[in-house]
């Protein structure tokens, strides 16, 4: 088979496999929607280390092409969503509060991890029960993959700020993730929402899905900007785009008692700082935390509930479609390059 990934650092190209094998608990799954992600080109960059010859992609929906002779609820042919975080449940780790860890840091992203990801003719999904959902009746297969790591990071961002009725809630970083927590956040009740970007369409999406400020760094400091508009502080920060710089920023603006929730995948090679008083001399109560993408069925289940009765409009994040597996190559420029008119870009493979 052939697949689209990472060569070397630096290098991305198309990769000739064999096709993968199918456990006891397994599938195999061929993809009909892709979306290329971020973490993809953070990854071919050395993000993450040194990969050679690995297969890119973590974003599909897919049908099923073989199961294991002990998977329960999926057959041959049956359309499912894939999330972009397959634990192994058999581990003592996903027994705790956090699937994502099962075998250690993120050890449960197995695409671009342990094993090839989606960007093939052909992919690998372990424990095919407990980490495939059938596409349900009235979602589109775009809309759908559009759940899988955006909405479950940018939701996941949203559980960790410990959002309440009426919060003062900031997004730092409206791109698909930043736009997802803004959506999130309405949902959680939030009332003032703050979304810090630059991009016109963006901004345009932010204020759709309930973004009632928009901050731009162009404008000057935009902590400054924030404790303006807000009096004190926010009640809860999301970092979703950013650098190192992002997270100082998130904990300055955060009021005493308040939540600094990350799902920014910030560079090997950052280093996280702030001065002492941005934490209150560590006497503010500001409770930081960061969390990878949590996986699973259920996880992605609930999300495909929030589409399909219609809490929130994932198509709004997508703005290229292209058509052809050929064509997954273009769509992974187009989201390296980040062009201006960009927030997400699809590939329909069939």
Not at 206 to 218: L, N
Not at 291 to 320: Q, S
């Amino acid at each position: 088979m052939k697949g689209f990934g990472m060569l070397s650092i630096n290098q991305a190209g198309w990769i000739e496999k064999e096709k993968p094998s199918c456990g006891a608990l397994d599938a195999i799954v061929h993809p009909i929607v892709l979306a290329p992600c971020s973490s993809d080109t953070h990854i071919l960059h050395g993000g993450s280390g040194e990969h050679t010859n690995l297969i890119l992609g973590h974003e599909s929906v897919g049908r099923i092409v073989e199961v294991g002779n002990l998977v329960k609820n999926f057959k041959a042919g049956d359309t499912v969503v894939v999330p972009c975080t397959t634990p192994d449940w058999l581990t003592e780790n996903v027994q705790g509060e956090y699937n994502a860890h099962d075998e250690g840091l993120m050890n449960s992203f197995k695409f671009l991890g342990s094993k090839d990801g989606t960007f093939a003719e052909y992919f690998h999904v372990n424990q095919a029960d407990a980490n495939l959902v059938l596409l349900p009746e009235g979602v589109s297969p775009e809309a759908a993959v559009m759940t899988v790591d955006m909405m479950s990071t940018g939701f996941h961002g949203v559980e960790n700020a410990n959002i309440k009725f009426g919060d003062k809630v900031v997004v730092i970083g409206i791109g698909p993730v930043g736009l997802m927590a803004v959506a999130g956040s309405k949902l959680h009740g939030a009332g003032q929402i703050i979304a810090i970007g630059t991009r016109p369409n963006c901004i345009e999406v932010a204020k759709e899905y309930g973004a009632t400020d928009i901050v731009s760094y162009k404008n000057g400091d935009i902590v400054s900007q924030i404790m303006e508009l807000t009096g004190d502080g926010a009640d809860s920060v999301i970092i979703a785009g950013g650098n190192a710089e992002s997270f100082r920023q998130a904990v300055e603006m955060t009021k005493p008692g308040g939540y600094i929730s990350n799902v920014n995948f910030f560079d090997i090679k950052e280093v996280l700082a702030m001065p002492a008083y941005s934490w209150g001399l560590g006497m503010a109560n500001k409770t930081i935390r960061g969390g990878f993408c949590p996986g699973g069925a259920l996880r992605i289940r609930k999300m495909l509930d929030m589409v399909k009765y219609n809490r929130v409009d994932t198509t709004k994040l997508i703005t290229h479609r292209f058509n052809g597996m050929e064509e997954i190559e273009d769509a992974f420029n187009l989201m390296d390059r980040k062009s201006s008119d960009l927030i997400k870009p699809v590939v329909f493979i069939d």
